[in-house]
């Protein structure tokens, strides 16, 4: 059975540029082919398992050509599930999204459409300059860069007469051409004109000038591709916003569960920062005949007290809970004891209320407090990483306590990368593992922060000292710390 296509646009530059009806259609899909101008962090918003095709299209690199790209559509789409090709800007704001449609109407391939932001427009407007406005332009003309045999386009004649405002895509190769075909035939060489690179991004960079030097002052300045270029009265003008939120500018890389990664990641891009994640870091349940005794011991009332040592731990031993079907009612005679209030607080939306919290949020605490708490009589069960630290366990030994230390997940590492970011962020011991282990590096400008002492001890065995660290090790004491610093 056939399946469908989404044709969608990604919008130009940060990923929260997007529509709704995109982010949703990112969300449920089976497949994603995307194209390499869009913002990879809007991968990280797919499902589990979905199937993630990058046919990425620049100047210069064209890793797929259209009509490989028309017959991956058509292939995918008759594997059955829904194909989301997610492309660049708006797909037919010279998108050729109506090649693709072509491709999959002589397929009989069914397809929807949802439109994107258009650079064309957003750019320009992100740099303060308005595309019309009253007494300067009340029109605006899009023109493509170059042509598919990579030519100048045609009718620079009309260009150069019809007013208004001219925006051309995919141009920057050409700008000198562009800038003198539109002076040969009549526009004035003092024409205002701008050149905005990489828009929408952190790394904006925009040049201004008019048509008889914007070519030299953009070499110049050595900006890149992508770039758009605005030519008429209003790229003289100047609209940037006056408000800029407390971290723009700044950038974060996330070492962290896709969990968290994803919460700070929307926390720090709330304040302007560009945040992304990096490292690989997942997690795998174990299900083995340990966790399960310990289980199936819990439901019959055998455990005193259960530890739980981090919001993801927190996450699945609910859901191990609901596995071996153990009614919450049966653990009303138990304690819970948590490392901090972002564990207590995923407990608490199961209606379970932790008894026991330590002041300082990591391992060391939570063992030392649990240590004066029990008596000779209880029990405890911990749940936790594979990887957790052994600070948590060496009080209780030491006091002759009875516990049993049950490793419900474990972390699964992926490969490393190369951060030159502000800040990096790690928010685990095996955070730091996965990324070195994996071949991560570190700019000499990047700022390293710790969530607490146990991961800033794991980052000084890779060379990394004094770390900053949190005033608490949750989310929100990563984020106040970072507008501390920056402040």
């Known amino acids: ?262 919460r700070l990641i929307k926390a720090f891009n709330a304040l302007g920062a560009y945040a992304h994640r990096c490292g690989g870091f997942e997690l795998r349940e174990r299900h083995d005949e340990v966790t399960e005794k310990a289980f199936s011991r819990l439901g019959e009332g055998f455990y005193s007290h259960v530890a739980v040592t981090s919001p993801n731990g927190a996450d699945i031993f609910l859901k191990r809970l609901r596995g071996s079907r153990i009614d919450l009612r049966k653990l009303s005679g138990t304690k819970l004891a948590v490392i901090g209030r972002g564990t207590g607080e995923r407990l608490e939306r199961a209606g379970l209320y932790a008894d026991i919290m330590p002041k300082e949020f990591n391992s060391v605490s939570l063992g030392k407090l649990l240590s004066e708490t029990l008596g000779a009589e209880d029990r405890l069960l911990i749940v936790r990483s594979s990887k957790g630290s052994e600070e948590l366990v060496k009080p209780l030994e030491q006091n002759g306590l009875r516990f049993d230390d049950v490793h419900i997940y474990e972390p699964v590492y992926g490969s490393g990368e190369e951060v030159a970011d502000d800040y990096a962020v790690f928010a685990s011991a095996g955070g730091v593992r996965s990324f070195f282990e994996g071949g991560g590096k570190l700019s000499g400008d990047t700022k390293c922060l710790a969530i607490g002492d146990v991961t800033a001890a794991e980052l000084e065995k890779y060379g990394i000292k004094e770390p900053l660290l949190p005033l608490e090790s949750t989310a929100k004491g990563i984020i106040e710390r970072i507008l501390s610093d920056k402040r």
Do not use: W
């Not at 829904?82 to 449609?101: A, M, N, S, T, W």
């Open 1 to 262: 059975m056939s399946g469908r296509v989404i044709i969608a646009g990604a919008g130009c530059g940060d990923y929260d540029l997007i529509t709704m009806r995109g982010h949703e259609a990112i969300k449920s899909c089976d497949v994603v082919i995307y194209d390499s101008l869009i913002d990879s962090r809007l991968l990280d918003f797919c499902k589990d398992g979905a199937e993630k095709i990058c046919v990425g299209k620049r100047a210069g690199r064209h890793s797929s050509t259209q009509e490989e790209i028309n017959a991956l559509l058509v292939e995918k789409a008759g594997e059955g599930g829904v194909v989301l090709r997610l492309k660049g800007g708006d797909p037919f704001v010279f998108g050729r999204g109506g090649e693709e449609i072509t491709a999959l109407r002589a397929a009989g391939i069914p397809y929807s459409l949802i439109p994107g932001v258009t650079s064309s427009v957003a750019v320009p407007e992100l740099a303060g300059i308005p595309v019309s406005h009253r007494g300067l332009s009340r029109s605006f003309h899009v023109i493509t860069g170059h042509t598919a045999d990579d030519l100048l386009p045609e009718h620079f004649e009309s260009y150069a007469k019809c007013g208004g405002t001219l925006i051309f895509l995919m141009g920057l190769r050409n700008l000198s051409e562009i800038a003198g075909r539109l002076i040969e035939n009549g526009m004035g060489e003092n024409t205002p004109a701008a050149v905005i690179s990489k828009g929408a991004t952190p790394e904006q960079r925009a040049v201004k000038g008019c048509l008889g030097d914007i070519a030299e002052k953009v070499e110049r300045e050595g900006l890149p591709a992508p770039a758009v270029i605005i030519v008429g009265e209003t790229a003289g003008l100047d609209f940037s916003p006056t408000f800029l939120p407390p971290l723009y500018g700044v950038s974060v890389a996330v070492t962290a569960t896709s969990g968290l990664s994803k």
